[in-house]
């Protein structure tokens, strides 16, 4: 292969082909670099930062999910730089959700030496739980602002538009348009935003309700109704 | 008005105009919307969805991202209270206050008749009329909480320029032309530049501007000449020039005064730019909180037009350049370039990530130039004054002359152009006029919010890119916001703390998460109260932004805490012996 680009990765010498990812390319090299927001099939957008590793020669730490390899790149996926990002990013990470049902950030934070307590007295996010539909429940005390949800409900997949973002920085939500109960959207129920969420924030409400402690007549009570005729999108109420 | 109140022949009437003219609209119509029925109402949200194709979520997360855009109801005229620093040392709080003592409302409250609604806003470019506000559409200059009544009856004192420097080459015609006139523009020196630039060849000009060594004089400090010459050797068209006028970095005004007072010369370095790199369109952005920059910006571009130097045919010279002016809508990250470029396309002004650059992949996708205001306005004055007299004022390193929006506690705040080199003494006691009230100076924030501290022993620092960069501070946009011995410079950094945690985007952790965590300890540092390890987080959360952040906001965000940790370590610690 006559393109091949030959970097260094912690001391080691990788051949990838042009394109690759510095993710990917630590991968073939057999090194798994951390990352919270990274799903293959939804496209990366440098998120979460938990995958930067310092490049030598650059300004900043390089997110590796969308950093090309490039021919004499020297990489280091585990220096002090890149280290105290990724603990200090988890740290407060941890005091701003409920990770409780995270097993791989909770091992995360158990492998960056993370301490779960670093940030007391943070303001949380904390909204009420949302129950509206028969399908899944959303629990944004849980939501790590991922953006897989979106992007599956958008063009990455389902092209439903059911969801997008409310409000920006620390306050950004998911939300629906103009806060309208999940039947009065766009949404088909498609269930594939449950199946990307990494952190239990959408739940089939099954799930959730077996949870609760229900036996299996009252969950099936709770969650087969009816047809329900949805309102048309966009009609203004009465008034 | 209420939703119940508009009818569905109002929202027919209002959205006409905009069918069918896709996504790049949304950002216009929304703020239309919100001009005449005072916010966006569902059902007008609708409308516009299905008018510019759009789906109606995405409608939404784009008036939830923006500050100008809200889903309640606002007053039919919202006084604006600037809150940022140079303002709250003048008396802002107090302002404030009185504004809604006067109202009889709480924040972002309607007043019982639905006339006003009173919000704090971050900087609104008028540092040097500190404390300032915006009533509407307009700007008042010294709004002292004693002065509540008559402002709010639309009386106050009009924001006046106040620029100063004996070498004025970006600021000659500023106060001194009709802005709206383009004869008095041309009378002095205007277009000289263009036709000049005329005379050459597209890759002469760009050899000019190379030669004379400017820098963009934005923050971020990179060659233009290489800026151009990437966008003209691009492949894509058509090519865009955007014009970067959303200043919005705390202390920084000197776009505002050159897009108010002398507009006319962004349109001629705009076509300038055009031609040297094969550009057809230009998208000329500026802030919303900008309403005169605004105005005079598109009485300039529409005389320009009626003159031909706009259109398919620039002064008969066989090439074509289209000119847009665009406002913002609330969000200082759309000074990021390609969080700019987002907000123009009609979505969350989100920065991207780069690569791709925006001289190969800029807006919509395009091979794109986008420059600072001051910057531009420096491309017609090389052009006219030939690069060997350009290059006679200033360093080899930073030729030319900056301007200096200086303000807080100085004698004569105000908009100072001077030739690269002056020391910071220079600029503080003999053109500003030393400190007021002669009291002592204790600190300096260069740069802006996202710039950092000096104290007295960087005074005779040279004001150049490169004195400034060995002695570790930044130029950034040229704020020189003024301290004296008074200030509790805790209260400052909460007030830099709380304008970020506002202002962060929310897309990448380190700056979502970063600033509102900064914020928090930083509270509790101007308490008096920090906890044991607060100076240790605060490094670690500003380390960690500043490293790991997917654009300059996010860099920044802790630029100038951290300089303060460094000069005045002892705030940051806990005070035992205190109790």
């Not at chain 1, 496209?43 to 730490?61: H, S």
């Not at chain 2, 059902?43 to 997360?61: F, M, T, Y």
């Not at chain 2, 002292?144 to 009386?155: C, F, P």
Request: aromatic share 6%; net charge neutral.
């Amino acid at each position: 292969m006559s393109d091949e680009i030959v970097l260094t990765i912690d001391g080691r010498e990788a051949r990838v082909a042009p394109g690759t990812s510095l993710m990917q390319a630590a991968r073939q090299l057999g090194l798994e670099i951390p990352t919270i927001c990274y799903h293959d099939h939804t496209t990366a957008n440098g998120l979460c930062r938990q995958c930067v590793v310092e490049v030598e020669k650059m300004r900043v730490l390089a997110p590796a999910c969308v950093t090309a390899a490039a021919a004499g790149m020297v990489v280091h996926t585990d220096s002090p730089r890149v280290q105290r990002a990724r603990r200090t990013l988890l740290e407060m990470l941890n005091a701003s959700v409920d990770l409780s049902e995270a097993p791989e950030l909770q091992e995360q934070m158990r492998a960056a030496n993370a301490d779960p307590q670093r940030f007391p007295g943070a303001e949380r996010r904390a909204p009420a739980l949302i129950d509206d539909n028969p399908m899944y429940v959303r629990d944004y005390a849980k939501c790590i602002l991922c953006w897989r949800c979106v992007q599956v409900c958008a063009a990455d997949a389902q092209y439903t538009f059911a969801i997008n973002f409310d409000g920006r920085g620390y306050h950004t939500q998911i939300g629906t348009f103009f806060d309208r109960p999940m039947p009065e959207t766009t949404c088909v129920f498609c269930g594939q935003c449950v199946g990307v969420c990494p952190t239990g924030a959408l739940k089939g409400k099954r799930e959730f309700l077996m949870e609760q402690g229900l036996d299996p007549q009252a969950v099936l009570a709770q969650t087969r109704r009816g047809r329900k005729r949805r309102l048309p999108v966009g009609v203004p109420e009465e008034g | 008005m209420p939703s119940s109140e508009i009818s569905q022949r109002q929202i027919t009437t209002f959205i006409a105009p905009f069918d069918g003219c896709g996504r790049e609209s949304l950002l216009p119509a929304l703020l239309a919307a919100q001009r005449r029925f005072a916010h966006i109402p569902e059902a007008v949200a609708v409308r516009i969805a299905h008018a510019l194709g759009v789906p109606l979520v995405e409608v939404h997360g784009v008036i939830e991202f923006y500050s100008l855009l809200t889903t309640q109801p606002t007053g039919r005229t919202v006084v604006r209270v600037c809150t940022s620093p140079a303002c709250s040392m003048a008396g802002a709080h107090e302002t404030l206050r009185a504004a809604l003592k006067t109202l009889h409302v709480k924040e972002g409250q309607l007043s019982s008749d639905g006339r006003f609604s009173v919000e704090r806003a971050p900087c609104l470019g008028l540092c040097e009329h500190a404390p300032a506000m915006l009533v509407g559409e307009r700007p008042v200059a010294q709004a002292h909480a004693s002065r509540i009544g008559t402002i709010l009856k639309g009386g106050g004192a009009r924001p006046r320029g106040r620029v100063f420097g004996h070498t004025r080459w970006l600021t000659d015609r500023c106060g001194v032309v009709d802005p709206a006139s383009l004869r008095e523009f041309r009378a002095r020196e205007g277009f000289k530049g263009l036709q000049r630039a005329l005379s050459l060849t597209p890759q002469q000009v760009i050899a000019e501007v190379k030669a004379a060594g400017l820098i963009g004089k934005g923050g971020a400090a990179f060659p233009t000449g290489v800026k151009w010459e990437g966008a003209a050797n691009a492949s894509g068209a058509p090519k865009y020039i955007v014009c970067n006028g959303d200043e919005s970095e705390p202390g920084t005004f000197k776009d505002r005064v050159l897009m108010e007072e002398d507009p006319f010369s962004i349109v001629e370095a705009m076509i300038i730019a055009g031609y040297a790199v094969g550009a057809t369109r230009g998208i000329w952005y500026i802030r919303g909180e900008y309403p005169r920059a605004l105005a005079a910006a598109r009485t300039a571009v529409a005389a320009a037009r009626r003159a031909k130097y706009l259109g398919p045919n620039v002064q008969g010279k066989g090439f074509e350049f289209e000119l847009e002016v665009r406002s913002g809508a609330g969000a200082y990250v759309c000074g990021e370039e390609t969080a700019l470029f987002e907000a123009v396309e009609g979505k969350r002004g989100l920065p991207r990530i780069k690569p791709p650059f925006p001289t190969t992949f800029g807006v919509f996708g395009k091979p794109t130039v986008i420059n600072n205001v001051e910057t531009l306005c420096t491309v017609p004055v090389i052009l006219r004054l030939g690069v060997e007299k350009y290059r006679s004022l200033g360093t080899p390193g930073s030729p030319g002359t900056k301007l200096f929006c200086v303000s807080g506690d100085v004698a004569r705040p105000g908009l100072y152009e001077l030739p690269f080199g002056a020391t910071l003494r220079e600029l503080l006691f003999d053109h500003a006029g030393g400190m007021a009230g002669g009291r002592a100076l204790q600190a300096v924030l260069m740069g802006g919010a996202a710039g950092a501290f000096a104290t007295t022993e960087k005074l005779d620092v040279r004001l150049t890119f490169e004195d400034m960069k060995t002695a570790g501070l930044p130029l950034g946009s040229g704020v020189v916001m003024v301290f004296d011995e008074r200030r509790d410079m805790r209260h400052v950094l909460v007030e830099l703390g709380e304008f970020f945690a506002e202002e962060s985007c929310g897309k990448c952790y380190p700056c979502q998460i970063g600033t509102q965590r900064q914020l928090e300890v930083l509270q509790r540092v101007a308490h008096g109260s920090p906890m044991r390890g607060d100076a240790e987080r605060l490094q670690d959360v500003g380390w960690t932004m500043t490293d790991a952040s997917i654009c300059g906001l996010g860099q920044t965000a802790a630029s100038a805490v951290l300089s303060a940790m460094r000069l005045w370590p002892a705030l940051f610690e806990l005070q035992s012996q205190a109790a």
